[in-house]
């Protein structure tokens, strides 16, 4: 009986841990943390996000295994930390968060119906669509955040905005308690995160990418959650996290060169076309067998 009523606050954490696909509520605990230390009003648009798209998937009856693990708050997490930190929090943008939650969720469910891995897809088209209308149809102030200059720190902020900037966070605290959640979690993937943090900002740097952009985390964060995402403690998925960074960092610098918001795209496109060789590869290994 205790269980169960815990189960609609580890859902919600979960829902939070997913963004770095932990399906651990502590983990989801420690990023609220990390954002509310950065931020007050983008914590309380993440918890209003994660219980909105959480309520949608259970409003619309989706499959309850999939809720437990999740599976529809982190997409809706991060649209409402991105709408908040993108513009000045006023009525409108609290609209959006609630509708674009409500979109993440049932996109997500489309996407899961289908066997289509769509990691954070819903959260990028969603704010994609939104920063198109604040921006040029309903024109919203920026926030302070996008209107101020980040400051510039030494080489060791390079993991730590890593992570931060997965969520939006630009301190160094609140990437390293992003580390640590994902830590908690899975000391392999963690461990993973801060080699693709390392490797997209060498990168970049090769490049002659802004050292500016390079120390904040801006071509860190996708390498981080690539680098997440394919990790694992066989030898090769240390050649499947290069080869998804490399691809992900790639896309960001284009991304970047035409003056696109690049959210976490670099990093779903990254996976999908890692999985592709992944399919490949085993196909081509299985005929020769």
């Not at 997209?200 to 500016?212: D, K, N, R, T």
């Amino acid at each position: 009986m205790q269980e169960q009523k815990l189960l609609p606050v580890t859902r919600l954490l979960k829902g939070v841990g997913q963004i770095m696909l932990q399906p651990n509520a502590y983990t989801g605990a420690l990023f609220l943390i990390g954002i509310f230390y950065d931020s007050v009003i983008m914590g309380i648009a993440a918890l209003l996000a994660v219980s909105t798209g959480t309520l949608t998937a259970r409003l619309l009856k989706f499959p309850d295994e999939e809720i437990n693990q999740g599976l529809y708050g982190f997409s809706a997490t991060l649209v409402g930390v991105a709408l908040t930190f993108y513009f000045e929090p006023i009525p409108v943008i609290w609209i959006a968060v609630i509708i674009g939650s409500i979109l993440a969720a049932i996109i997500q469910h489309a996407l899961i119906k289908r066997n289509i891995p769509g990691f954070t897809f819903p959260f990028i088209i969603i704010t994609w669509l939104f920063l198109f209308v604040f921006r040029h149809l309903y024109v919203v102030a920026p926030s302070i955040e996008v209107a101020s200059v980040a400051q510039v720190y030494d080489d060791f902020t390079v993991t730590t905005h890593g992570f931060g900037e997965v969520i939006f966070q630009g301190s160094i605290l609140a990437g390293l308690i992003f580390f640590l959640g994902v830590f908690v979690s899975s000391p392999v993937a963690a461990l993973y995160g801060v080699v693709g943090s390392v490797l997209g900002a060498y990168i970049s740097l090769q490049f002659a990418e802004p050292a500016s952009d390079i120390h904040m985390g801006l071509f860190s964060f996708n390498a981080v959650l690539c680098a997440i995402t394919f990790s694992g403690e066989d030898r090769e998925d240390g050649f499947w996290v290069l080869i998804a960074v490399v691809i992900s960092v790639m896309i960001d610098l284009g991304m970047l060169a035409m003056n696109l918001a690049v959210l976490t795209f670099p990093f779903v496109a990254a996976s999908w076309i890692t999985l592709a060789l992944i399919k490949l590869v085993k196909n081509i290994y299985k005929k020769n067998v």
